[in-house]
Nanobody, 124 residues
Framework: QVQLVESGGGLVQAGGSLRLSCVAS????????MGWFRQAPGKEREFVGA????????DYADSVKGRFTISRDNAINTVYLQMNSLQPEDTAVYFC?????????????????WGQGTQVTVSS
C-alpha cells in the first residue's frame, strides 16, 4: 500500500512563497494522477490542483490559477506544489492524494490514497 507524506508547510507572510513536497513510499505513484487539496478550519476539503502521471497535464482551481504550480519527479516518487503570492485565505492544511482515475479530476471521492497533511499559515 502506497503511503504519502507531505512536508514543507509553515508560516509565511502574505505575498510570500512556499513549496510543498509529497513523497510516496511502499509503492510507486509513477502511473497515478496526483492531486493537492486543502482544508481550512470549519470548511470542506477543496481541490487545489492535479497533475497527470507524465506531468504533461495539470489542472487548477480558479482560486490558485496563476499562483500555484504542480510538478512531479517520478524518479523519486515525489510531487510538488509551488505556491507563490500567498494570501491569508490560502491558510489551510494541505493534502496530497493519489487516484487511479484515467483523467485529471477535482472529485475528492476519486482519490483513494491520502497523506496526513501539512499546515500552511499565511499572515497578513
Amino acid at each position: 500500500q502506497v503511503q504519502l507524506v507531505e512536508s514543507g508547510g509553515g508560516l509565511v507572510q502574505a505575498g510570500g512563497s512556499l513549496r510543498l513536497s509529497c513523497v510516496a513510499s511502499g509503492g510507486t505513484i509513477i502511473y497515478s494522477i496526483m492531486g493537492w487539496f486543502r482544508q481550512a478550519p470549519g470548511k470542506e476539503r477543496e481541490f487545489v490542483g492535479a497533475i497527470s502521471w507524465t506531468g504533461g497535464s495539470t489542472d487548477y482551481a480558479d482560486s490558485v490559477k496563476g499562483r500555484f504550480t504542480i510538478s512531479r519527479d517520478n524518479a523519486i516518487n515525489t510531487v510538488y506544489l509551488q505556491m507563490n503570492s500567498l494570501q491569508p485565505e490560502d491558510t489551510a492544511v494541505y493534502f496530497c492524494a493519489a487516484t487511479s482515475a484515467r483523467v485529471l479530476t477535482a472529485n475528492r471521492g476519486s482519490y483513494n490514497v491520502w497523506g496526513q497533511g501539512t499546515q500552511v499559515t499565511v499572515s497578513s
